[in-house]
């Protein structure tokens, strides 16, 4: 029934901006507790990028704090990543997810972001 969908991924060169949205189509039953970005590069696990809270805080991995900001709307269930200054470094697939207090998680499909001249 709940199904995250992400949009905005693609090429872009270093020094390049994206923005990333993740949307959820369907009825979320329950409060959300984070919603967050991963991304996961060849051979290395899954790494959470940033992530906030329903109240509005957040965090970020060091290797994009000052780059990077997550922004939500909650009113229209969707959730943003922009990207700027963005490195070759940052090429990965980014995977959105939201955890809800009952402990149910939902993750979208995965979009590639890949940063090259």
């Known amino acids: 029934q709940v199904q995250l969908v992400e949009s905005g991924g693609g090429l872009v060169q270093p020094g390049g901006s994206l923005r990333l949205s993740c949307a959820a189509h369907g009825s979320i039953r329950g409060g959300i507790y984070t919603m967050g970005w991963y991304r996961q590069t060849p051979g290395k696990q899954r790494e959470l990028v940033a992530q906030?809270?329903?109240?509005?805080?957040?965090t970020y991995a060091d290797s994009v704090k000052g780059r990077f900001t997550i922004s939500r709307d909650n009113a229209k269930n969707t959730l943003y990543l922009q990207m700027n200054s963005l490195k070759p470094e940052d090429t990965a697939v980014y995977f959105c997810n939201w955890a809800l207090y009952s402990g149910t998680t939902y993750w979208g499909q995965g979009t590639q972001v890949t940063v090259s001249s």
């Open positions: 906030t809270t329903s109240g509005g805080m957040t």
